[in-house]
């Protein structure tokens, strides 16, 4: 049905709809709404992380049929030894029957290379709260407009098909970052192995995921009303995991048939044939079925758990810039927007936690306090430089700040 | 291995049609998947509707949504029908159709316009609004937010002006005036078969230039069409508000169908036929075409307004002046 017709056009079809006397007409509003989306767009953003090597860059291009990685100049051993891990975006817009998706892979070359691998997932980590800061920024701003959603909503990590299951960095890694994005573990260039070799190593990769508690990216439960096959493929799904992918952009030609795969002298493996390997099967989850609900889950979960560090480490550190003024008697310090939200020492979380006490203590100077803190924060609003983000995002923290104080206050009283 | 060829093609080359398709990646998908989303979690609608008593404002809610959704006020005497003060009712269904669920809130206003002193009666109606609005920002800058914040802003004041076939009364240009700023108005002209067509050409043109000449942007609003094609929709709409209604929940038998009308001695009125009202045109626009228009608007345009208002009056408040409350943002 034309949702948007005009509306003298809608005369024909509306005569046989009233027929059905009980038809009020908003079951057009999935497609109204629709609408909006497909003028707007989509946008999706996949980080892919792994040591060289191990086919990243075809899986994405196989995935998106792109070729985005066409000037890339791969490094010789000697420049990879002191190389850090860099972070790049490439961004490709694809449109298909009328849907146009901006998608942005994040890769992380320089990942594992060096000798001493030690926190080299550090970089990683601090640009995915980058862009949560940028977009939490974005949302506490007066003009929200046209906000840009740069937020990494999927995380492909790629196991090497060559160790005995996890290895330390995979562990590390994957542990660092399952609270910030959505992990979904990848069993790279699976046509080193056979389909048994296949078997055992991701029974041993789900056993050690659990072991060490790493939370990959759950696959949404079914509904109770969703028909038999719908259900079975979930099944499948979640039995897939990791999944055992080859990639390939070459289109190769055997006994007639074109397919796109890789040829050895022993046979070819075909890309896109289930029973050779979970390709299909990772593409349609990404794309096909889940794209939506990795978007939410990026969006409900990890960006919302930020948001709630980020507005307490804030809250806190206006607490402490209040006591240190209050005993010093310093006034117009800048105010403290943190750089790295999620990283606290323990002196500092110590401090807090004293003047916590200290705040804590005499009840009936509580209010009193509660007053001091506003003027105190404007004090320090006059010295800020980005004063229209801050000074919202300023808002938001004292509000906080308030909910926060009768929150201990009350759970004291309790 | 004669019989194989190694070909780099980029896949959207192919030449040939082959049996798998090569180019085809699958983001389309993700419209269904936004349906499967938006059919699961079903959709918010709040109404208000604002007029004298006795305009047909809830008949007309039934006859919109063909269900008992607005409940006729009591008959009663003069002082028990006629409240002292406007009240602010408001009532809440859940209805579906073909899968799709929908809340449905009905905002009534009994007792606007029905004091013999009517001056500030629009103020509780806007404080109201801006509670709403209130409410939804509060949540939103919680720390804990929920994962969908319900809505209970109003999308969209159904605004009812009687047929006296003249002009606008100094009371509805006011009330316009004042609410246009903060909510979606769709005016319509209630009672519409006291006019004959002449005259309701003549009121609605009436109508249409005092809007203009009292600066009043009723929904479509003219500076919130998004591109070309959107304009030439809204422009047609733009052209026939106010929508001249009748509204009705009996039905007549007529021409051997059932009809929503009313039956009088020269004539039955057929609420759904376009040559008698214009209620269908109120109900494709309200329902079936620009539902979600309506509330993109109030909460991308309207609402971010009183936030960032709001946000303003805090960083005022906080430098030192005085009151903790802000008013509720007149004009």
């Not at chain 1, 029973?275 to 960006?303: I, S």
């Not at chain 1, 002196?347 to 509580?366: A, F, G, N, S, Y």
């Not at chain 2, 009121?203 to 998004?226: C, M, S, W």
């Not at chain 2, 509204?247 to 609420?271: A, C, F, H, M, P």
């Amino acid at each position: 049905m034309a949702a948007h017709s005009t509306v003298s056009r809608d005369c024909e079809v509306r005569l046989t709809e009233d027929q059905d006397k009980e038809y009020v007409g908003f079951a057009t509003l999935p497609n109204q709404v629709h609408r909006k989306s497909v003028k707007k767009g989509f946008d999706f953003t996949l980080m892919v992380a792994g040591e060289s090597g191990l086919g990243k860059s075809t899986l994405v291009n196989s995935l998106f049929l792109t070729d985005l990685y066409k000037d890339r100049k791969l490094l010789n051993a000697e420049e990879r030894i002191t190389q850090t891990v860099e972070i790049t975006k490439h961004t490709v817009d694809i449109e298909e029957k009328g849907v146009k998706l901006k998608l942005t892979i994040v890769d992380t070359p320089g990942f594992g290379d060096a000798v001493n691998n030690t926190e080299c997932w550090k970089s990683v980590a601090d640009y995915i709260d980058q862009q949560f800061e940028q977009y939490f920024r974005d949302e506490s701003g007066l003009n929200r407009k046209n906000i840009q959603d740069n937020r990494v909503h999927c995380c492909l990590y790629f196991i090497s098909p060559f160790g005995h299951g996890l290895r330390p960095l995979d562990v590390e890694f994957m542990k660092a970052l399952h609270e910030k994005v959505n992990i979904v573990p990848v069993l790279a260039k699976a046509d080193t192995l056979t389909p048994l070799e296949v078997k055992k190593k991701k029974i041993k990769i789900r056993e050690e995921i659990e072991q060490y508690g790493i939370k990959i990216y759950q696959f949404p439960d079914c509904d109770s009303d969703e028909d038999e096959e719908f259900k079975q493929q979930d099944q499948e799904l979640k039995d897939s995991i990791p999944f055992a992918v080859i990639g390939s952009n070459t289109v190769v030609e055997a006994k007639g048939k074109r397919v796109r795969g890789r040829l050895y002298p022993w046979g070819i493996v075909e890309v896109e044939n289930p029973a050779h390997c979970d390709f299909v099967k990772l593409r349609n989850m990404l794309v096909r079925t889940h794209m939506q609900d990795l978007k939410d889950v990026t969006r409900e979960t990890h960006y919302e758990n930020y948001r709630a560090h980020c507005i307490q480490s804030m809250t806190r550190m206006v607490v402490k810039e209040r006591n240190r003024n209050k005993l010093t008697r310093e006034s117009g310090t800048d105010f403290p927007i943190p750089t790295a939200p999620g990283v606290s020492d323990s002196e500092t979380e110590k401090l807090i936690r004293e003047k916590d006490e200290e705040v804590r203590q005499p009840p009936h100077t509580q209010t009193q306090e509660q007053e001091c803190v506003t003027q105190e924060c404007v004090d320090q609003e006059c010295v800020m430089h980005d004063e229209c983000v801050q000074e919202s995002v300023q808002e938001e923290c004292v509000m906080q700040e308030e909910s926060v104080q009768e929150a201990e206050h009350c759970a004291e009283l309790c | 291995m004669a019989d194989s060829v190694i070909s780099e093609i980029p896949p959207t080359m192919c030449l040939e049609k082959p049996s798998i398709d090569f180019s085809y990646v699958g983001i389309d998908a993700i419209l269904e998947q936004m349906r499967r989303k938006a059919m699961k979690q079903g959709f918010e609608l709040n109404i208000m509707v604002v007029g004298q008593s006795g305009l047909g404002k809830s008949t007309l809610m039934n006859t919109l949504f063909k269900s008992k959704v607005s409940r006729k006020s009591f008959m009663g005497t003069a002082e028990e029908k006629i409240p002292k003060t406007i009240e602010i009712k408001s009532v809440s269904h859940d209805i579906e159709e073909k899968g799709v669920r929908m809340k449905l809130t009905v905002i009534d206003t009994p007792g606007f316009g029905d004091q013999i002193n009517n001056e500030n009666c629009w103020q509780p109606i806007m404080k109201f609004i801006n509670d709403q609005y209130e409410q939804y920002l509060q949540e939103e800058i919680n720390i804990d937010r929920k994962k969908r914040i319900p809505d209970s802003r109003v999308h969209c004041c159904i605004y009812f002006i009687p047929p006296t076939g003249h002009c606008l009364r100094p009371l509805d240009v006011e009330f316009m005036r004042r609410l246009s700023k903060v909510v979606n108005i769709v005016p319509v002209i209630a009672k519409a078969d006291t006019l004959t067509l002449e005259e309701r050409d003549f009121f609605k043109k009436k109508i249409r230039e005092e809007l203009r000449a009292n600066g009043i942007d009723v929904y479509p609003q003219k500076e919130f069409d998004e591109d070309a094609e959107d304009r030439m929709i809204n422009e047609k709409i733009r052209e026939m508000i106010p929508f001249a209604v009748v509204g009705s929940d009996q039905e007549y038998q007529v021409n051997g169908r059932r009809l929503l009308g009313r039956k009088t001695k020269w004539g039955t009125i057929e609420v759904e036929n376009i040559a008698h009202c214009e209620f269908a045109y109120l109900r494709d626009l309200l329902i079936r075409t620009h539902m979600q228009n309506i509330k993109d608007i109030t909460s991308s345009i309207h609402y971010e307004m009183y936030r960032v208002c709001r946000l303003n009056e805090n960083n005022t408040q906080a430098n030192g002046l005085a009151d903790h409350h802000p008013a509720s943002h007149e004009i």
